[in-house]
């Protein structure tokens, strides 16, 4: 399965895709997904937390499609916490 590093690394690459979805800074989003090893997808997006409120889990299961990790056996289920940096005053 896909290491701790490699999933806090392809989440932050997403970062992008999911302010276009409605996530706000200081927000924080519990975004859980499912990885399937035969292919490295990611499926089953369940939103969380105050981040999630306005946020479309289709736009949030569409900014994660080219999300890939390397084959593996089995699945993992993954729950990434994100939250954006607020912009400087």
């Known amino acids: 399965p896909p290491s701790v590093a490699e ?3 392809a989440i932050v690459q997403q970062y992008g895709d999911l302010t ?3 996530l706000r800074p200081g927000r924080l989003l519990y975004l859980d997904a499912r990885i399937k090893g035969h292919d490295g997808s990611v499926t089953g997006v369940v939103l969380g937390g105050e ?4 946020m479309s889990v289709s736009c949030v299961e569409n900014a994660l499609t080219d999300m890939h990790f390397r084959p593996f056996d089995g699945v993992v289920d993954v729950r990434w916490a994100v939250q954006l940096d607020r912009p400087e005053p």
């Open 7 to 9: 999933l806090d690394e």
């Open 20 to 22: 276009g979805c409605g």
């Open 51 to 54: 981040g999630s409120y306005g």
